[in-house]
C-alpha cells in the first residue's frame, strides 16, 4: 500500500533540494527522518515535515505496520519562478530570480 504526499510551489531552489533529497532515498522512514534531523541545509526541515504528512497519510489509509514503510520515491520538479529586478549602478536594474519547487514523495511497505 503505498502512501503519498506532495508540497507545491516551496520557495526552495529545486537544485539545492535535490541534495537533501538524494540523501534519504530508498531509506526507512525513521532512518530518513534521523537523517534531516541532523542535516544543515534548510530544505531538510521542509523535506522532514512532508516525509511526516506521507506517514500520516499512510496511517490514516490503514497501514498494517507504519516501521516497515520506506521512502519508494522522492522527486523534485522545477516549480514557476519568481522574478524581481534591483536597482544597480548609472540608472540599471538587474533581474533576481526566485526560484520554486514541487516536491512529491510516495512511501510504500517493505515486503
Given amino acids: 500500500m503505498e502512501a ?11 537544485q539545492k533540494t535535490r541534495l537533501v533529497v538524494d540523501m534519504i532515498r530508498g531509506r526507512g522512514v525513521q532512518d530518513a527522518l534521523n537523517i534531516l534531523k541532523f542535516s544543515p541545509k534548510r530544505s531538510a526541515a521542509i523535506v522532514s515535515k512532508l516525509v511526516s504528512s ?9 497501514v498494517s505496520d507504519v516501521d516497515r514503510l520506506f521512502v519508494k520515491t522522492i522527486s523534485v520538479d522545477q516549480g514557476p519562478v519568481l522574478k524581481r529586478f534591483m536597482p544597480r549602478a548609472q540608472g540599471r536594474a538587474t533581474r533576481i530570480r526566485k526560484p ?12
Fill in 4 to 14: 503519498k504526499a506532495t508540497l507545491k510551489s516551496a520557495r526552495l531552489s529545486p
Fill in 54 to 62: 506521507a506517514v500520516a497519510n499512510a496511517e490514516q489509509k490503514g
Fill in 100 to 111: 520554486t519547487a514541487h516536491i512529491t514523495v510516495v512511501l510504500d511497505e517493505k515486503s
